[in-house]
């Protein structure tokens, strides 16, 4: 083989195991092999060789005896140390957690896959807790951007790894979660496929949490067929349904107010030129404001971010103890801001929020939403780690334009469409109402093969 297995596809992979052109006992050695040569090896928290060789031999014999689970078997997949392995216990990035009990079973989304075949490989790192868009561990290291010819770059959070091994060529896919873009920014930043599904489309049994109102889930891949895969496969259906809209049928809209501020100019460049394919192909594009967009933000000011809120409740005792001394100083000063946010505050921030979300939806309707998934490219490591204040402000920079999505419900796929500053990728992301998930990836489908620019 000419391109290492980890650097296929799904459908690519797929097609030679399924053909029985190649054994997944030799796909998932050569992926291990693989892993463990990669000069960054903070891209993985843990490696399941015992596990992964064992559904590989499972997978193998389903092959050699012509019952195969269907298209993802024998596929490796990473999972962000969120999701329960059964007999190993969650660190969620934490060096806390890891004092904890091993899981007494898979996560639901794990065993459901599991059942689809797939192997798991391994967990990937990400930011603490998963509250960070930038990425930066300082327990378990932070992961590379891989796509950088200059200095480290950040690989984009919370699902840092997962972007990371699937940019790498590692694994075809890993699965991430998204409370706040935690799906679409390493995707956009690494130049890879990133699916951030509306809530509540998968069940998040055994999924630690960050904030239970925004959490969502979704894979980062090398391709928009990919994620329609894995989505058929995490719902338990045999083969996908999910088929291209024609381009000519695409509605889409580009909000002109908050997302576009204080971009780089190289970030909006690459995005209108892909605005513009998108138009020569036959789509319609129009610009609206979106005033809850604004409102969004003025809510936070006001009574603070409902992530923060929720995320302090689930750590409040952690932060009140000797576990704090433990944990990322950034975590901990941005958790702890959540205790400022009153009851009637908390209240208020869902009572707007119900109506935004029946405001938004009222006004997209059935059009895509598109804007650039991330205002900049992928920022150097070292000054985010030297200076607190320029963390948090990068940090906010990077959450803005994927969060709206998460507040308002949204499902959303990041496209790499081509190269900003540093010659870094620039994410594409296209967005529709909550529930819309089938046609958003069926319009991915379709702008996938105008707009995506290849990273080798």
């Not at 129009?286 to 933000?297: Q, V």
Request: charged fraction near 20%; charge should be negative; aromatic fraction near 6%.
């Amino acid at each position: 083989m000419t391109k290492s297995f980890g650097a296929m596809s799904i459908a690519q992979l797929s097609s030679l195991i399924q053909t029985t052109t190649v054994d997944p006992i030799e796909v998932t050695e050569a992926v291990i092999d693989g892993i463990e040569a990669y000069a960054d090896q903070a891209a993985f928290t843990a490696i399941f060789k015992d596990r992964a060789t064992e559904e590989a031999k499972a997978s193998s014999k389903r092959m050699r005896e012509g019952r195969s689970c269907g298209m993802l078997d024998g596929i490796p997949i990473a999972w962000k140390d969120l999701f329960d392995i059964k007999g190993r216990t969650t660190t969620a990035g934490s060096t806390v957690l890891a004092r904890e009990p091993a899981a007494q079973a898979d996560a639901s989304v794990v065993a459901t896959l599991k059942q689809a075949g797939m192997v798991s490989i391994g967990c990937t790192n990400m930011s603490e807790f998963a509250f960070s868009g930038l990425g930066l561990n300082p327990h378990y290291g932070t992961p590379r951007n891989p796509r950088s010819n200059d200095v480290p770059r950040i690989p984009g959070g919370s699902s840092s790894g997962a972007g990371v091994v699937v940019a790498a060529g590692l694994v075809p896919v890993a699965m991430g979660t998204d409370t706040g873009g935690s799906v679409r920014i390493p995707a956009a930043l690494n130049g890879i496929v990133g699916y951030k599904a509306t809530r509540g489309r998968y069940p998040m049994a055994g999924v630690f949490p960050l904030a239970k109102s925004l959490d969502s889930l979704g894979p980062l891949c090398r391709t928009v067929q990919d994620a329609v895969w894995i989505d058929a496969g995490m719902r338990g259906a045999s083969a996908p349904s999910i088929t291209a809209r024609p381009l000519k049928e695409l509605d889409i809209v580009i909000p002109d107010n908050i997302v576009f501020d204080g971009a780089e100019a190289g970030v909006v460049a690459t995005f209108e030129t892909a605005v513009d394919w998108l138009e020569a192909e036959g789509a319609t594009i129009s610009r609206i404001k979106i005033p809850a967009f604004d409102e969004i933000l003025a809510l936070m000011a006001r009574y603070g971010a409902l992530v923060t809120a929720e995320a302090y409740v689930l750590h409040r005792e952690r932060l009140a103890g000797p576990a704090a001394d433990d944990m990322d100083r950034r975590v901990v000063v941005r958790t702890r801001l959540g205790e400022k946010t009153t009851l009637a505050a908390y209240l208020a921030i869902l009572e707007a929020r119900e109506r935004l979300i029946a405001d938004v939806d009222s006004l997209v309707g059935d059009s895509f939403v598109a804007f650039p998934s991330v205002a900049h490219v992928a920022p150097p490591i070292a000054p985010l780690e030297a200076d607190d204040d320029l963390f948090f402000a990068t940090n906010g920079k990077t959450l803005r334009n994927t969060l709206f999505g998460n507040f308002l419900d949204w499902c959303g796929v990041s496209i790499p469409c081509g190269t900003g500053d540093a010659d870094m990728p620039v994410g594409f992301l296209l967005s529709a109402v909550g529930k819309r998930d089938e046609a958003l990836l069926g319009a991915a489908l379709s702008a996938e093969t105008v707009i995506r620019e290849e990273f080798t």
